[in-house]
């Protein structure tokens, strides 16, 4: 990298001095100098690099079955498995991590080996980007002409990266999608989707021999999902009111004073990591709702989806809030005129006027909502409980999909057991489920402004 | 019109609750922020404290080994010097809870001390060493002496210790530096943000370096090139849709395609930027074409007329004047990724690193994930340190946005 950087360096310092020098002064430069140069540069760097990324992809499969066909015969037909130890026993090895006095002479040997070639590909990589930068840029920095259209070309090089660029998010979607839909896949083939969908009983444990107690986990996704829905339920009964109410009274009774403070300290709420709200959902609404609960004679179990509800509705006040602050400034005054004009105070234009107006729109800002309550994670790990309750009492330890998806994969895992894999067919549901919700939001705002604008 | 009057009253009456209730909505947002915040900082204002004992240690020749020093037995030392305080405490359990008023720290200070500066061996020094984190507790007052004492953390005796020790001035609180220069550890004396904020300043470091030039050339092709069609179309909708699938999603991304697939080193922050730059794309993308939108036309045309080519106009022209608003829509972003926990703890972010990190390979935590790991331990002192490391991260999210709206504010221009 750095013999690059230093490559590209020289390379543009070099094309911009001769192309200046050379034709200062002459007006029949097709375009600046600069411009040259830049592409001199670009030359330079890009043939190299994309050598050292090929590079970076195939070197360890290269340099393992190389060391690999250093072993001795008898290790060449070994199963797959066994194989893949030996490979990883190697890798080790090389990367120094091992401690074990036990070491196979042999491996040892192999992996001296590989360190040894690892070092020549390293300088040979050096070597081949080096002279690679210099060669191209010497082309390019040959073929420069008065006439020759720099610029156009460079600036063709920029826009096929401007592109390139772009497609990121669709690889991103895209990535997101094989990869869960990859894993959901496999888990299915253990267990059939709808023991998966319809399946009233969560255990995801799988034993380790068969004749274990309770051996067959049970992979049914009712009670997370139930979960789920009654803690995104309660924080949207907690944060649409409130969250309305206040776009209300911010748009159309306070006065800018008001306004441009309350507006950033609401905001506030948005920006306080997830983290936090978990911290403060364990440490003070849950201990709080427990004890007004014995207060009341009520059994309230530690942890509560109400407590987590109530907190995961303060956190997403903010959204409903500015959402509905939007859609109901979107509503034209003269629709409010005209009922000032019949009479109506504004308690009674608001609810007879604006809201049915603005209705698809606050829809849509509360399915965002929803879509953030149901995705959000921290939270729900922090302040609400493992136990897979199907219940309906918010008084319960209730768990959620991405509780279970987090206790899932944190840690060491292996990827060919029902248990890890049942948690990409999670994150596929809660992908979906996001989706369809946001999908239609969007679409429902969208139609809503086009309908004013 | 008397019709009208006999309603009005009540009609004004509606009116005029409506209009508390708007406000009561507001009042009450407002004040679960305040309650989150004054219960943050009330737990965690004691943290920046720590209870230290003065001791006197007396680095004994014979305990070390001048060609081994850092094996020389350093806890002897401490627990010579509190028995030197109280000579008359006899018997084996006496003598342990006595010796456990001296955090397991304490040994560490000491053989720092030594590796620096060898001429201290055979000398006598006064040396503030960090106590227990129940000694710290107790004189922080949260374990009460009322409380019988098989229910207390420390017992009678310790307590009597303990007072004799600040009646001696010997035990004190003082500002806890380490928490600011230690990596994380078991003991909550030990415990510092030091790693996860360097962690955090690594991951932040590559989401910054790849999300901003990806997500402003995305935004420029989108806004200046792309020609109306269905795949700009397709990738239009694509990223309003990413902005809304729940992180957990690309931490489950990260772990399949960046872990799984491409065997990158786990608990990185390098994979945890990769993964924090798919997420705040979207966010940047969308700020900065709407900063490229409100460049006026004019500006772009005058630059074409002149003979400027469609690049040049957007590089001399466009870019400069949409570079403040990218740059709010940047930092909130950034904002956004230091406080993300969920995808990070998919990625293996979440082991326990006492090393600070020195390289974006080096295995790491950041601060959420950290808070999220005292969150979950079970000794009191980790509360308040939880708490405190909340206060940090919460004065690290409120001066971005600040610089974020300062920038608004200054460079923001009506056409």
């Not at chain 1, 034993?207 to 051996?215: E, L, P, T």
């Not at chain 1, 800002?365 to 493992?386: D, F, K, N």
């Not at chain 2, 806890?176 to 510092?192: Q, V, W």
Request: charged share 15%.
């Amino acid at each position: 990298m750095a013999i690059a950087s230093f490559a590209y360096m020289q390379g543009k310092r070099r094309a911009f001095s001769l192309s200046g020098g050379r034709l200062c002064g002459s007006r029949s430069l097709h375009s600046r100098p600069g411009y040259y140069g830049m592409l001199t540069a670009v030359w330079c760097v890009l043939p190299a690099l994309l050598v050292f990324g090929v590079w970076m992809v195939l070197s360890d499969t290269i340099l393992t079955a190389l060391a690999l066909k250093t072993l001795p015969v008898s290790m060449h037909n070994l199963s797959a498995d066994q194989s893949n130890l030996l490979v990883n026993d190697l890798r080790n090895l090389v990367a120094g991590h091992v401690a074990a006095k036990d070491i196979d002479p042999v491996l040892q040997q192999a992996a001296v080996q590989y360190q040894g070639m690892e070092r020549i590909g390293r300088v040979a990589l050096g070597v081949v980007m080096f002279s690679i930068a210099l060669l191209s840029a010497s082309l390019v920095y040959m073929r420069i002409r008065p006439e020759m259209r720099a610029r156009n070309h460079v600036e063709r090089i920029v826009q096929v990266g401007l592109v390139l660029c772009s497609t990121i998010a669709i690889l991103t979607t895209l990535g997101i999608v094989l990869s869960v839909l990859f894993e959901s896949i496999r888990f299915f083939q253990h267990v059939p989707v709808t023991d998966f969908l319809f399946g009233t009983k969560w255990s995801p444990q799988m034993a380790m021999r068969a004749d274990q107690a309770g051996s067959s986990g049970s992979f049914g996704a009712v009670p997370v999902l139930s979960g789920t829905f009654m803690i995104s339920g309660i924080a949207l009964t907690v944060a649409v009111p409130i969250g309305l109410m206040s776009a209300i009274y911010l748009s159309e009774y306070a006065n800018s004073r008001v306004r441009a403070w309350a507006k950033p300290v609401m905001e506030i709420l948005a920006g306080v990591p997830t983290v936090v709200y978990g911290f403060f959902a364990a440490l003070v609404v849950a201990p709080f709702v427990r004890n007004s609960g014995e207060m009341l004679g009520l059994n309230v179990s530690s942890e509560s989806a109400l407590a987590a509800g109530l907190v995961m509705g303060i956190m997403i006040i903010p959204f409903v809030s500015s959402l509905s602050d939007d859609v109901i400034n979107a509503v034209p005054q003269a629709m409010r005129d005209g009922s000032y004009g019949l009479g109506a105070t504004k308690s009674e234009t608001i609810m007879n006027v604006i809201i049915p107006a603005a209705l698809p729109g606050i829809v849509g800002g509360v399915l965002l909502a929803a879509s953030r309550a149901i995705g959000e994670t921290m939270i729900v790990v922090m302040a609400a409980g493992l136990s897979a309750n199907l219940t309906a009492n918010p008084l319960q330890a209730v768990t959620t999909v991405t509780v279970q998806i987090v206790t899932l994969l944190v840690g060491d895992q292996e990827f060919d057991s029902p248990k890890t894999l049942v948690a990409f067919a999670l994150g596929l549901l809660l992908f979906i489920v996001t989706l369809i919700l946001n999908v239609i939001a969007l679409y429902v705002v969208r139609k809503y402004r086009e309908e004013y604008e | 019109m008397d019709r009208v009057n006999v309603g009005l009253a009540r009609r004004y009456r509606r009116e005029k609750r409506f209009r508390l209730f708007g406000l009561g909505a507001i009042i009450a947002s407002i004040s679960f922020l305040g309650l989150l915040f004054v219960s943050i900082g009330a737990n965690g204002w004691s943290a920046f404290q720590q209870a230290e004992i003065l001791l006197d240690i007396h680095f004994d020749t014979e305990q070390f080994d001048v060609d081994n020093l850092s094996s020389a037995n350093y806890g002897a030392l401490v627990k010579n010097s509190m028995k030197g305080l109280f000579p008359d405490v006899k018997g084996r359990s006496d003598t342990r809870n006595l010796h456990k008023l001296a955090s397991t720290g304490a040994s560490y200070v000491l053989q720092k001390m030594v590796m620096k500066d060898t001429g201290i061996i055979g000398s006598t020094q006064k040396v503030w060493l960090p106590a227990d984190d129940e000694v710290d507790m107790f004189l922080k007052g949260y374990i009460s002496r009322d409380v019988p004492e098989s229910d207390r953390r420390l017992n009678d005796k310790q307590v009597y210790w303990i007072d004799q020790l600040v009646a001696g001035g010997r035990l004190e609180k003082k500002f806890n530096t380490t928490f600011f220069t230690a990596g994380d550890s078991r003991e909550p004396e030990l415990a510092g943000i030091r790693g996860a904020a360097v962690g955090s300043f690594f991951t932040l470091a590559v989401t910054l370096l790849l999300a901003f030039p990806i997500g402003v050339a995305t935004a420029v092709y989108l806004e200046e090139f792309a020609p109306r069609n269905r795949w700009t179309d397709l990738i239009e909708v694509n990223i309003n849709n990413l902005a809304a699938v729940p992180s957990i999603v690309f931490g489950l991304l990260g772990l399949a395609v960046f872990l799984n697939v491409f065997g990158m080193p786990r608990s990185a922050p390098l994979v945890g930027g990769l993964v924090l730059t798919l997420m705040t794309l979207p966010t940047i993308i969308i700020a900065s074409r709407a900063s490229l939108k409100s460049v006026p036309p004019s500006i772009r045309e005058a630059a074409l007329g002149v003979g400027a080519s469609k690049m040049q106009a957007i590089t001399h022209h466009i870019l400069p004047l949409a570079l403040p608003g990218m740059m709010t829509g940047t930092i909130i972003g950034m904002a956004q990724a230091l406080g993300e926990t969920a995808p990070l703890l998919m990625i293996g972010m979440v082991a326990f690193i006492v090393d600070v990190p020195g390289a974006v390979t080096d295995p790491s935590t950041v601060l959420p994930v950290q808070i999220y790991l005292w969150a979950d331990s079970p000794e009191r002192a980790f509360v308040e340190r939880t708490s405190a490391a909340i206060m940090v991260l919460l004065a690290f999210l409120i001066s971005m946005n600040a610089v974020a709206v300062f920038l608004r504010k200054k460079f923001e221009r009506r056409w």
